[in-house]
């Protein structure tokens, strides 16, 4: 099993800057891809941003540019760095795991508010 902590939600004003935080503890050395996915209210869970076990990373077009995916394996926690946010960011941002072998896990997520 593979246990997710999210950390780093919260308020904050249009243009401003948030830091998520999502540390795996359990089964994690085959872990592979660490990612962020969101769910704004009221619509489907879509993907945010992912990062493989060598740093490859991917992105969903509308955070280019102003998100930054990163991980520290040897801490086995993976953040996202959000900047220049956007009220149409406000969601809640789920960390998600995914093993060599296929195997997804999720963490219970944190709300991000962009409001003024």
């Known amino acids: 099993q593979v246990q997710l902590v999210e950390s780093g939600g919260g308020l904050v004003q249009p243009g401003g800057s948030l830091r998520l935080s999502c540390a795996a503890s359990?089964?994690?050395?085959?872990?592979?891809?660490m990612g962020w996915y969101r769910q704004p209210p009221g619509k489907e869970r879509d993907l945010v941003a992912t990062?493989?076990?060598?740093?490859?990373?991917n992105y969903a077009d509308s955070v280019k540019g102003r998100f930054t995916i990163s991980r520290d394996n040897a801490k086995n926690t993976v953040y996202l760095q959000m900047n220049s946010l956007k009220p149409d960011d406000t969601a809640v941002y789920y960390c998600?795991?995914?093993?060599?072998?296929?195997?997804?896990?999720w963490g219970k997520g944190t709300l991000v508010t962009v409001s003024s």
């Open positions: 998600k795991v995914t093993h060599y072998y296929g195997e997804e896990h």
């Open positions: 359990g089964i994690i050395f085959s872990i592979n891809v």
């Open positions: 990062i493989t076990r060598s740093g490859s990373t």
